[in-house]
């Protein structure tokens, strides 16, 4: 299983856009279910995969990680071994629902359920369910905003996005920036 799950690691690696991640992924039947029109970004492949469901228009960050079992278990029987735990390893499923976006540096831990219409900040670390339509943050990740209205925002051009190509930003759009970036924290 252990040589399994590093070649397909290696073959995720190899693939050179999120896209493909997730089409590799659909197509080796790798996770537990992965809907339409999905970014993958890790290259490695989480153990337990099949513990892990995707919804359609999911995107999830290279940076993200999905982690479906702990070995706490282990380490407390050595810590009280008086005290029975059960299993070293606890286990657990991990259900990302429909258009859901996952930031850079997010772990999510076992037995967790993500909405429809929701963003997880980068850096943040989700521990329990998330409803739908919210933008949650945080160590441990809660609810901060409605996906609705970040997204209605967005579409009003409201908050402060532009569009650019392959990745390169004109100066003027820089500069731009840095005035707006001025203005808000020396208010001049």
């Known amino acids: ?59 999830v960050h290279k940076k993200a990680v999905f982690v479906t079992h702990d070995m706490l278990n ?19 499923c991990i259900e990302v629902k429909d258009n859901v976006y996952i930031a850079m540096r997010t772990y999510i831990l076992t037995n967790v359920r993500i909405g429809s219409n929701c963003v997880i900040t980068a850096g943040s670390v989700v521990t329990s369910d998330i409803p739908e339509n919210s933008i949650a943050t945080g160590n441990p990740a809660k609810p901060v905003g409605r996906f609705d209205m970040f997204a209605a925002l967005r579409a009003m051009g409201k908050s402060g996005t532009k569009r650019f190509r392959n990745q390169e930003l004109p100066d003027e759009i820089c500069e731009e920036e840095w005035k707006k970036f001025y203005h808000r924290h020396d208010g001049v």
């Open 74 to 92: 282990r380490f407390l029987a050595v810590a009280y071994p008086e005290k029975d735990f059960g299993s070293p390893e606890r286990i657990g």
């Open 1 to 59: 299983m252990k040589a399994d799950r590093m070649y397909h690691s290696i073959r995720l690696l190899l693939c050179r856009t999120a896209v493909k991640r997730a089409n590799y992924l659909r197509k080796h039947d790798l996770l537990g279910a992965i809907g339409e029109n999905c970014r993958w970004g890790p290259w490695r492949l989480p153990l337990y995969p099949k513990l892990i469901r995707l919804g359609n228009n999911v995107v």
